[in-house]
């Protein structure tokens, strides 16, 4: 694989990008037919050109990128795109999930996807982070989402619409309004339902669960019944429902099959209307987070930045702003970089990060020495690290050959997921076009630093002079010369903005 | 199977029930010849009949159960028990464990018995509470069992009988007298002997094994020679032993060699007396648990009720009740549930719980979504999870017929034991002639909440009346009819009390 | 396999521990030419010997043992090794690792070697253990280990040398001089860079490492080129380098090639001097470890024995000493034992310890049920617990046959690391001319407490009289005439200092 890449297959791809809005919310399935979509993008190049010559050039453009994508869903686009190395790459890479990954539950109001287990997907992912799941929730507008628990603790994260959450527990009901950027925790085994009280846009969650009986694996319990789930009841004998609730079996059973819907169910104007009062943020808290517990949601889009420069913006919820996070260890974070922008390239020195696609299109870029051993491996024909030499048939060994990092990317855009484990480098670049903006999961929060290797404070501007001189093998004047001459801190120009500007003109 | 039951097979069992006392600490081993337990079963049913019409009656009945249980010995007894499914149908419920599950090691004057790890039972139990194990200790009245470590946190529960216990810690020794429901926390590696002081009764003891060094897995250590154990002194070498004791070595040898019995010997009467002083509570306590650790034992039965009523009631000792609970987020709790009588259906919000039945007989029914799951596979001849349609070879699979839930059933008699994962609905019936006692050791217990489905307070009435309405489809007032008609809270008359009257006259 | 030994070969091996000095920091590989070691050996032997006929006997005992080891290495020493059972025998030790077991990066300048998963070398070592690896960094006089972080907690203790320490982190920069002795927590993440500042010592660093990503593993990930490793910056594109550092990417690269040496580079006395400044512990500390931070080391060899007396002593840091240490609950302690002497037997009751030998020769000994298990089922032939008798598939199994202990022995010297479970009664014996010197890190260390089974407070002198006699089935008199016979406490003299004195005259 190329490790450097020509300027112009990087413009290529920018480009593209700004095409290939395959977004994961208002297009679930991406394998439409290839062809279809492929004429619809021809169509759309001609739609969008001009009269005039500049105008010639970009549809020529335009059309082909309709043909380099198509080719890539073909599988013939390893060439076009030696960034990503098309999308077979994409498909390998350990690190990224995409819409097809996603186990679904679709019903006509609805839909529940759901990452695999994490090491199912890869064996770089079998660490620690498989005590989590992923998954979005989506109801259409106007609709109720059926009460139900789940054996997991849960944070939610609004990416998108204005909704109502109720949670049922012995001691009470509490009802939260919920807009876009709401991070909401919900305690496992806690019952809740929802209502999409927008009567046009899609209400889509973003979902961290941590499963608390079996890792990485969880269930729902629907008490309600629905054509699909029916109700747990329903598992228990007549005689005990009878018992139970102190009314005829057939009577009970009868209403636990009215239910005619799956688990999403369409809800009247007025219904929406009598769900939708304000927060009861006034009333008795029924959470088990202490003293500050009425405070039950925050918003994460409304937080004061912790980095902010015109090229993009950090924003971030921690469990010391919001006390519910605090046992779990989770951080939520907004990364908002401008379009043309970049992060820096920097790492995580403890916390695992699960990061999902809000908006936009760009790129990551990360350093990964796992990835490195293993192609090692492959080319050795070994699964087991290399040990002994002569006959010992283990330590001794010579590990010298393995210290070696490979190039993990991937092509960004909306609904896209990618994992990027503590201590790898690593960074983000935004299309031209389309700010690219990004839900951080963060596990493993404490005492976690963001470690910067360019910009301002990066580590290397950190060394003694005469560290730097024997660590880089030079005078300690050249080296500073590089370290030090992004005075930016976390976000930066990015490498497309200049040459995409021309490469456009 | 059937979901639903025949309310005639239902008043069968029941029936049965009262007979098949098959006790486990009185009846070690189930698996006495079943040609002479139908022949005693017999002579027991013509002892029992008195003259006249209406016990010809019930003598037939006797009789026909006698019956029915020999065949279900005998592996036919299918179709006689359409709830529990019959003897085999218990073999293979995950959740559950009889007499036969145990490992034991059995000496003349006592018994270790002890379950497998729950992951080697069934892979529906591979998740947290593999971190524990299960067992019960038997003396014999008037003996000694020999001092001994483990490698893990105990927690003892006194089920029966009247004993001491004993612990030497590098600071002193502590001894505490114990008496049924006694609820005590032994820390990992400490030294301990007990004696049962009782004339006549044995000394049953429940304990929950946390193990510290391999998840699931621990060792005793016998210091003291024995028959069987040999004391593990004896693995060092004879000089080690005599410059450690300053001691020729055959002479410690010999020591360790003149224990002939095993791991429970007999004791005299005054050997009991001289070691059944009262309890050392008044004296510094050498236990690590912080100020309140002069409190070394905590009575579960002399708990105040956190639920009571004429059909049951609920004692608990919780971490914040007993502090040495603490540090293993354990909770020991106490269901004594009437005659006749049943628990709410309800689910523990996080706590896995290990029930044991102390004394009486009756039914669990609990709803498993896992097993659904697994009878659907196995129907489409898949171990998957069904991925995909067409050629796709994972995301995108349709969850939807997959969300089900099975009935989970169990007879329940003295010795069995049952898990209750989180999140799981469930209710536990009492027979008719005797109460269901019940010792449960929850794990997991930190803002845990026991979520009742029904009675007060149940999580359906808590539902806002347009939603009952969106999640039933049917008028608020239909539901509430429902969810609200039995005012009781946690314990109800059980399904079998009217009925069972009425098949018994 | 003897379980007890014959004197006379316990002296032997004592002898031959004297000669034995095949130490791991002077002495890398252990597989030197036997041939060549024999002839080396004898000439010892020859210069060492003085005339006079005392000298003769020891001039033909020094020859024998030469002869004893070259036979150990050629795989025939079982025999005249009763205790240890010869070579072979400690490779089969799963408790026990040596030189070879080491999976090592060799460079010109500097090596480090680190055992394997623990879980890989035994399934004895199958448990919590595997959270953590152990390593050794040795950097030669007057170098410098390149800058670089892993994903990993890591503690150092300063084996040997004189270095200094750099730890970057986004906040700042620490330095701290490091002595032998000294105790350091690294927080994962952490970039840091090393000096050897002496001119003729190794500078030697004992590693404990606990992975935070995936259990048991973890990745170094080098910033700065190298010849090897080459600089994770080389994994990005040059367009993104260039636009992270705004300089040319050739010039970038150029940097990142400078250095042809490996990880550890040598350096010029100059420079060693310029970095060699003293502690900057007056300083605003960039330790996240709470108000105590400025400490950020503390040294072992200097705090005051916990246990002390002619036989030896036990040092301590413990998390409350140093808390550092506490968010991992791992103490360090150094125990030296004086020649001759022994430690007593005793288990720590939650602690697992790792124990590296610092200097001096030994011997282990360690009572452990479950390789006696092993043993028994090999000869059964059946790899699982025998379960059940008749034609039960589980439970009811008799498990008496299965409670013993086997002896684990192993020889001690120089770089060797052993690991003690919790609960495993175990004893260490220094040779006869050296101190043994044991750095442990104890692992799950709250509420630990060692237990003694010999000495002043041993267990069973804390035994009440009546149970002493219940257990041993002997006067309580003659039990604690063996019990209370030695009056140290923790170290005690040797079996072999009278005996090898005899032996030797």
Redesign the interface.
Not at 99 to 107: C, L, Q, V
Not at 168 to 173: A, K, Q, V
Not at 211 to 215: E, L
Not at 219 to 225: A, D, K, N
């Given at each position: 694989m190329a490790?450097?890449?020509k300027?112009l297959a990087?413009f290529l791809l920018l480009s593209v990008l700004l095409l290939s809005v395959s977004a994961f919310i208002n297009h679930h399935?991406p394998?439409q037919d290839p062809k279809k979509e492929y004429s619809e993008c021809q169509r759309k190049c001609q739609r969008e050109s001009e009269p005039g010559r500049r105008q010639q050039q970009e549809l020529e453009d335009c059309q082909r990128q309709c043909k380099d994508k198509y080719e890539e869903r073909q599988g013939k686009g390893g060439d076009s795109y030696p960034?990503t190395g098309g999308e077979s790459q994409q498909d390998n890479n350990p690190y990224v999930f995409e819409?097809?990954?996603?186990?679904?539950?679709?019903?006509q109001h609805g839909r529940l996807g759901m990452l695999?287990k994490f090491s199912d997907h890869s064996p770089h992912l079998?660490?620690?982070?498989n005590a989590f799941r992923f998954a979005f929730l989506e109801a259409n507008p106007q609709t109720?989402v059926?009460?139900h628990?789940?054996?997991a603790e849960l944070i939610l994260v609004v990416v998108q619409g204005r909704g109502r959450i109720?949670l049922?527990?012995?001691?009470?009901?509490q009802?939260v309004n919920l807009r876009k950027g709401d991070v909401l925790r919900v305690?496992?085994?806690?019952?809740v339902?929802l209502i999409n009280r927008d009567n046009n846009e899609k209400l889509v969650i973003a979902k961290l669960v941590q499963?608390?009986?079996?890792?990485g694996?969880f269930?729902?319990?629907?008490?309600?019944?629905a054509k699909?789930?029916?109700?747990?009841?329903?598992?228990?004998?007549?005689?005990?429902l009878?018992?139970?609730?102190?009314?005829k079996s057939d009577?009970?059973l009868r209403?636990?099959d009215?239910?005619?819907?799956?688990?999403v169910?369409k809800?009247s104007e007025e219904?929406i209307r009598?769900?939708s009062q304000k927060d009861e943020e006034g009333g008795k808290s029924i959470w088990?987070f202490g003293g500050e517990s009425s405070r039950n949601k925050i918003n994460l889009f409304k937080q004061r930045p912790v980095e902010s420069n015109e090229f993009g913006e950090l924003r971030e919820v921690n469990p010391s702003d919001f006390r519910p996070l605090e046992d779990l260890d989770v951080s939520v974070s907004f990364a908002n970089i401008t379009k043309g922008g970049?992060s820096?390239?920097f790492?995580?020195?403890?916390s695992?990060k699960i990061s999902v696609v809000r908006n936009g299109e760009g790129l990551l870029?990360?350093?990964?020495?796992?990835l490195a051993q293993e192609s090692q491996q492959g080319q050795g024909g070994s699964q087991e690290?290399q040990?002994g030499r002569g006959g010992?048939q283990?330590?001794?060994?010579?590990?010298?050959?393995q210290?070696?990092?490979?190039?993990?990317e991937a092509r960004l855009r909306q609904g896209v997921v990618f994992i990027t484990?503590?201590?790898?480098?690593s960074?983000l670049?935004a299309s031209n076009n389309q700010n690219l903006e990004v839900i951080c999961f963060e596990i493993?929060t404490r005492?976690?630093?963001?470690?910067?290797?360019?910009?301002k404070?990066n580590?290397?501007s950190?060394?003694?002079k005469?560290?730097q001189?024997?660590?880089?093998?030079?005078p300690s004047r050249?080296?500073e010369?590089?370290?030090r001459?992004?005075n930016n801190e976390w976000f930066?120009?990015?490498?497309?903005q200049q040459?995409q500007g021309r490469a456009l003109e």
């Open positions: 490790q450097m890449i300027p990087f399935d394998r960034i819409d097809k990954h996603f186990e679904t539950i679709s019903t695999p079998r660490g620690f982070i109720f059926l009460p628990h789940i054996d109720s049922l527990r012995p001691d009470g009901r009802s305690p496992a085994g806690t019952t339902y499963p608390i009986s079996t890792p694996e269930q729902p319990f629907f008490g309600v019944g699909n789930p029916e109700s747990f009841l329903k598992a228990f004998s007549g005689e005990i009878e018992a139970a609730y102190q009314q009577k009970i209403l636990l009215q239910q005619k819907a799956e688990f169910v809800a219904q009598a769900l088990p970049m820096t390239i790492f995580n020195s403890k695992i870029q990360m350093a990964c020495p796992h690290r040990r010992s283990e330590g001794q060994g010579d590990l010298q050959e210290v070696k990092y490979e190039k993990v484990p503590p201590g790898h480098p960074t670049v493993n005492d976690n630093d963001k470690t910067p290797l360019a910009g404070n580590i290397f950190q060394m003694e005469v560290a001189e024997l660590a880089f093998n030079r050249e080296v010369e590089i370290v001459a992004n930066f120009k990015g490498p497309n040459q």
